[in-house]
């Protein structure tokens, strides 16, 4: 059930035909994967070692490198809150305690019906804008516990819909390439100088 | 690449060849300034000046000339990564002194090397310190202790305390990855020596690094354990206790453990080792680096199989079979009565009443002397091999080395699958094929362990191989080519394999031969009189006989025809048409129970002498432990014979197993460089060489396939029924079990389910097994692994036909 669903198996075959290695596009298939799944399950990375020619073992090394993958189920919207310095000094501490009040989970967990799951994170990189958090990483700015209530009752009721997709959504417009505007890249097998954008003179005197 | 960074023990430097080329023309001039050798760099060590090798890692240039560098991940044989950060040292290459990895910096002319500068030290002390800040200092309850790089080099290159109070990283202990090896993810200093060996050496890449900064750990995918052969080189090159092996894990401390150097006897490969043992057991082998043979590398396989030698089941006494069956007696009584029985059958039926089977599995010695005891007696029926290799011939070619084949310029399979077969002669050559120092064009009816690294694997129906290499013949082109040609499948006449060598060798004369036989001493007997004169006596021949009643007597050598012949009915039938079996054996097996006399014989590590790989290169076996019971070794047992059989020659006159040895150097033609002082501390061994003789003509050519039969590939996998593996616990268990392997298409037109019985119908018998859905047999094909436990497919195998098709039928 959580291999790669026949139309997204053809969005995955597309990307693979975008590079000279097969296994380059690893990291664009775990991100396609949890799309689908809302997040990588054990299945799907054994679907993408099948695909790409690789072993599982590869596979879940490269995928448990990165923060954004998740391996376990998390809600619709998963809300980082910044707990590092600007934001800790402008009330992040506190923020963190009401939203776990607030839905009733601790954080780095998810709400029973699935909807929220809360963490905290490091320095978001908007400390003018203190405290922060993100929703689907998508940043909040200035955060105080009433935001925070409204972003939550607006999440339930759809009104935020529009602006923020459910969680594994990278875009809601998927990249298309049609095959004349295609650039492509060389196998790094066949590139025998150096890089274009390099001007080096191979002197074979 | 991996050979440029090694401590290359043989290729000497290009200096030697200087003289030769300036005499001849320069003589005349006014003394020339001599060139400077491009390969040497010359730098600055610690003040000193030294001469490194061109491309040569500043680490191992320091090593060469006796300056240690402590380092955990760089290893000689694989690629450096720079992971540990332990080998900082400063180096100076005109921009003033800095700190560098000197693993993963190189030689350069006028570099300046400082390994024990105030700041090197301090470097290399806060390196030290950083990894204890995690890592446990539990040495009292760890494996490694006592032979631990990073105990060592804590106490070498440490700071002697350490400034961290934080508590330290925990994790569950241990978890098994594998069934054999196990973690302790908390000793682990993710030097990348387990994961880069896992992908790089042995391109198993079931382990990998997980997580990431803090939480980084070495794991494998759930479910998907580190099944590979090799798994137990990592343990021994895991720099820390964080791996460690199931068979071994607790049985010792290293400081109560004696070593001995030996070769690995599990294949014909010949893997330097040594033997540890404590208390007169074995409790070890690790590899030990041999240039031209293991890179310090070992199988699973020849690693713990030493528990067969320990197992309880050992032959301890010698035995004769009397009314209740086979009766503990002692030596006197079972030679005489061995005696007895060849003298009796000399008398009724002459020499040719008498077949002498197997060797193969013990030393160059023991093979010997038999094979003199054998032709003192007269007796010509007598093969080390019993239909399961090749014609002896094979051994007469021009033969390659491991060296030659890693390096040639096209590497030709025919038959074994050698991941197989010979588990570090493939990663030799896989090496050679991923490192593209060779292109690998593989012959095989069935996908093998290195199809998917060569250049063209091309599939045969099974039996027409000839076809497919002459249609291939343009591949085989070339200066340096090698033709490594063995077995592959056991339900087919060697007879095709053998036409499938003589066209490539007809499309590329010059071509070298590295004859892929498995068993570990198969070539040394061969060599030193185990060969049957002519296919009339060869090992089918001797078993033809005796199934006709044409002889009174069977003496095997460490040989079990019943498990080992594939004709399972003809080794049957033999046994019971020969009056008399003598079985000189190290275990019982289905053969010795059925002999009428048993002699105990000594096992691997329980004997000295030598033993010859699949190269011919003659290394030396050691006797690290006593023997079980009053079991001696068979060179013994035949020196015994030919006393009380009034034989006089040498045979009967040797007082010690260096006198065998003396023996063979002197009187086997190619043995003679293999004297004792040339052996004495020769990792290396010596090779020894063979007469090259063309191949006698060999008519192969299977019929076509009718497409209602499927062709049967019988082929070994590494872990087996074979004895030494059954009597180790640890791998018998890893055996994959018999079964019919189809193309899934295949299996869908049977109508059954995968893992459901079928029965395999041939020509003379029928053979039920769980049928096996794999989408690497080719259609039309069924494969199945050899000597099994659950099936009995070596029933539809008869070593008379050139081929087996079954009809497949559900049950
Ligand atoms: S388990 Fe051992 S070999 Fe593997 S990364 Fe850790 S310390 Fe290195
Ligand atoms: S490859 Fe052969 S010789 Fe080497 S360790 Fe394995 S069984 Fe022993
Ligand atoms: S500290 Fe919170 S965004 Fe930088
Ligand atoms: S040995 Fe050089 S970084 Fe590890």
Redo the contacts between chains.
Sequence with gaps: MSRLTDANLAIARDIIARYPRKKSALIPLLHLTQEQNGYVTDDAMRHLAELLDITPAEVIGTATFYEMFKFEEVGTYVINICQTMSCALLGAGALMHHAEEKLGIKAGSTTADGMFTIEAAECQAACTEAPTMQVNYRHQYRVTTEDFDQMIDDLRSGALSGDIPPHGTLGRNRQNIPADKFVGAPDPDDVTEGPAWIPVKVDNS | MSTEDTNATETEPVDAVDGDTDDADEAVEAEPEPEPDPNIVPVTLNGREIEARKGELVIAAAERHDTYIPHFCYHPRMKSVGMCRQCLVEVDTGRGMQLQPSCMITVSPEMKIDTESETAKRAQEGMIELLLANHPLDCPVCDKGGECPLQDQAFSHGPGESRYIEEKRHYEKPIPISDLVLLDRERCILCDRCTRFADEVAGD????????GNETQV????D?PFASYFSGNTVQICPVGALTAEPYRFKARPWDLAQEESTCTSCSVGCRVVVQSSRDEILRYQGVDSDPVNHGWMCDKGRFDFEAVNSQQRIADPMVRTEQGLTDTTWSAALGAAAGVIRESLAAGGPDAIGVLGGARGTNEDAFAWAQLADALGITYRDAQFGDGLPASVLGLDRATIDEAASASTIVMLGADIKEELPVLYLRLRDAAVEKRSKLVEFSSVETGLSRYATQSIRHQPGLQSEAVNEASDLLAGDDVVVVVGRGNLAESADETMAALAAVLAANPSAKVLPALRRGNVVGALSVGMAPADDEHDGLATLRAAADGKLDVLILLGADPINDCPDTDLARRAMAGARRVISIDTHPSESTKLADIVLAAAAYGEKAGTTTNLEGRVSTVSDKVTTTGTARPDWMIAAELAIMLDIDGDIADVASVDDVTAAIAAEVPGFDGVTLDALAGERNGVLTSANPKPLPPVVGGAPQRNTYDHRLVVGRKLYDRAIGTAMSHSIAKLAPGAGAHLHPLDVDALGVADGADVRLIGQKATAILPVVSNPSIARGVVWAPFNQAGGTVEDLIDAAASVTDVKIEVV
Excluded at chain 2, 205 to 212: E, W, Y
């Design positions: 890449k079931l382990i990998h690094f997980t997580q990431r794991m494998t995918f759930p998907e």
